[in-house]
């Protein structure tokens, strides 16, 4: 029903910024959550932040609390996520995932295609 394509991946140095986008399809874009995931070689994929269907809620991992901002535009299909202060350690493929609010799972079941993000020391 729904499907996600990242952009805005690349090479940074630590201390500086870059900013995800994630273009969604579908007609109730509003009614899915929405959140950013990461993998880097070798470890699990782990839950980078989350945003609600309206935008009132978002949800952070302690690593990147404080750095990171998540933020979506219904109008235009779109999730964001504005990384700023990056670490090495941020290193990995980040993904774009979405939930329906109407599903009866919580899983998220739709997936992009990721966008890698490297962070030179």
């Known amino acids: 029903q729904v499907q996600l394509v990242e952009s805005g991946g690349g090479l940074v140095q630590a201390g500086g910024s870059l900013r995800l986008s994630c273009a969604a399809s579908g007609r109730t874009f509003s009614r899915y959550g929405m959140g950013w995931f990461r993998q880097a070689p070798g470890k699990e994929r782990e839950l980078v932040g989350r945003?609600?269907?309206?935008?009132?809620?978002?949800y952070y991992a302690d690593s990147v609390k404080g750095r990171f901002t998540i933020s979506r535009d219904n109008a235009k299909n779109a999730v964001y996520l504005q990384m700023n202060s990056l670490k090495p350690e941020d290193t990995a493929v980040y993904y774009c995932a979405a939930r329906s609010v109407d599903a009866a799972t919580s899983a998220y079941e739709y997936w992009g295609q990721g966008t890698q993000v490297t962070v030179s020391s």
């Open positions: 945003i609600s269907w309206n935008g009132g809620s978002t």
